[in-house]
C-alpha cells in the first residue's frame, strides 16, 4: 500500500476522537476489527469491549489479555510499535467492560448501564453465535434477543448509532439476483410493518412455546438434540438453511422495528474466510464454512459432495469486512438518523464458481501437499467431485446400506468398531446436511451500495479501507493465501497430520505388544 496522506480519510476523522463500544472481539472477525481499529485509528477516543468472563477468566480485562491480545493478528501492529508502544496504546485505548450481552443491561447495575450509554458515540455490535447447528433456545437468545439490550444501550444513550453484523444469508432460500433490502421469509406469511420490516413476535412466541414444550419432555443430551433438530425443522420450514441464519434474520427484524428514527447500519458479509492483505495475507481463526469441507477432503473423508459446479460460493475476505464496517461507521456518525443495509461480498462482482474453487484446491494439494503438514499427510489420491444433491443422496444412502451390512457381518466375525469408510460416508452426509445450501446455490448476492458508499468516502479511503472484491484473484487467493494461512493459522498450535497418524501407529503398536504378552 502506498503512502497516503490519512488525514485526508473521510473514516478516520470520524472516528478520531470517538468513544466506540464494540461486542463480539472475542470471535474472528471481531479481532480483525479491533486490529485495524488500532493500526489506522490510534487517534480514536476509546474502544470499549463487552466481553462475559468464562470459566478461566471471570473478568474481562484478565480474558481480553490471555484470549484476544496474545493473538498473533496483533503481529505487525507489535512489530510497528515495538512491545512498549503496543502495550501503552492499548493501556490507553482499550476498555474492558464485564458482561453479558444476553443478559438485562449487559448484566450491569443501572447505573453502571447508563454511564457506559453516556461515555459511547458509537456501537458496533459483532456478536452472534455462528454455529449452524445451534440449539433453538440458545441461538434465540444470542443472535435475536440479545438485540433488546443493544438497542436499549443506544436509545438510553441519546441515539448512539449501531452497526450491527448481520449475514447475506439471512435471504434464506430466496432466489435470483438478492441486493442490499430487507425482504420478507419464503416460506412464512408474516405482515409488514411500517419502516419495512416484519412483524415477528407471533412466530417467536409460537418458537419460545415450543422450546419450553422440549423442556418439559426432556433434559440433558436428550434436550439438547431436540433444541438443535427442532430448530433446524423451524427454520427449514420458514425458509432457511439453518438455526443461525433465520435468528440473525429474526434480529435484524426486532432492530428495525425498534429502532425506527434512530440511526442502525446492517452489513450483511457472505462467506467470511481469510484475510486478503491485512494485517497480513491469509490470517484466520478456526476452521470456517469452506474450510469443514476443505479439511474433510484434505484428511481422507471427502471424495464428493453435493453441490452445483457452476453455482457461485460467495466468500469474501475477513479484512473487506472489517473496512465495511468501519466505512458504515464512519458514515453514521458523519450522516445519523438513517437505515442501511450494506452486503459485503463478492457473487455479483466477482463471482467465484465452486467448480473452480474445488479445481484450485486439487490442483494445489497435488502439486504442493507436503507444505501443509497439518492438512495433507499424503498425496490426494481420489477426485473431490461435485455431485447433484440428489445424486449424492441415493449414492450416500447405497453405501451406508452396504457398509451397514458389512460391519453387521464383521461384528459376527469379532471385529469391533465401525468401518473407516462407514466413518467417512457418514462424515461426507453430515457435512452435506450443513453446509450443501451454500454449495449449490440459486441466488446472487450484490453489494452495489456498499461500493457506492466506498466511492462517495474519497480516494484515500479507498485504499486504506478497500471493500472490493473485484480485486481479487481467486486462483491465488486460493492457493497461495488462504490454504497456506489455514493451514499456519487456524491449525497453529495442533499437531500435523504426520505426528497424529505416528500417535496412532504407536498406540497401535502398543495394543498389539499387549495383546500378544497376554
Known sequence: MRDLNRDKSSTIAALTGKQVLITGTTGFLGKVLLEKILRTTPGVGGIYLLMRGNRHFRDATDRFREEVIRSSIFGTLRHELGQEGFEALIASRVHCVTGEITAPRFGLTRADFAALADKLDVVINSAASVNFREELDRALEINTFSLENVAKLCELGGNIPLVHVSTC????????????????????????????????????????????????????????????????????????????????????????????????????????????????????????????????????????????????????PADLVANAVLLSTAEQLLDPGQHRIYQCCSGGRNPLMLGDFIDHLVAEASSHHGDYDKLFNAPPRRRFTAVDKRVFSSVAMCVQVALTIVGAILRRLGRRGKLRARRNIDTAVELSKIFSFYAQPNYCFHGDKLLSLSKSMGAVDQELFPVDAGVIDWQHYIR???????????????????????????????????????
Open 169 to 316: 444469508y439471512v435471504n434464506g432460500y430466496r432466489a435470483g439476483d438478492i441486493h442490499e433490502t430487507s425482504e420478507g421469509p419464503v416460506g412464512l406469511a408474516l405482515p409488514e410493518g411500517p419502516g419495512r420490516f416484519y412483524e415477528t413476535s407471533a412466530l417467536i412466541e409460537r418458537l419460545q412455546r415450543l422450546v419450553e414444550a422440549l423442556r418439559g419432555q426432556y433434559e440433558g443430551r436428550a434436550l439438547k438434540a431436540k433444541l438443535i433438530e427442532h430448530g433446524a425443522k423451524e427454520a427449514q420450514a420458514a425458509g432457511w438453511n439453518d438455526t443461525y441464519t433465520f435468528t440473525k434474520w429474526l434480529g435484524e427484524q426486532y432492530l428495525y422495528k425498534v429502532m425506527r428514527g434512530y440511526s442502525l447500519t446492517v452489513v450483511r458479509p457472505s462467506i467470511i474466510e481469510s484475510t486478503l492483505r491485512e494485517p497480513s495475507p491469509g490470517w484466520i481463526e478456526g476452521v470456517k464454512v469452506a474450510d469443514a469441507v476443505l479439511m474433510a477432503y484434505a484428511r481422507g473423508k471427502v471424495a464428493f459432495f453435493p453441490g452445483k459446479r457452476a453455482g457461485v460460493i460467495d466468500i469474501i
Open 480 to 518: 497461495h493465501v488462504h490454504m497456506p494461512g489455514l493451514n499456519h493459522y487456524a491449525l497453529q498450535g495442533q499437531p500435523s497430520v504426520r505426528a497424529q497418524q505416528r500417535r496412532e501407529e504407536v498406540k497401535t503398536a502398543s495394543k498389539n505388544l499387549t495383546a500378544t504378552e497376554a
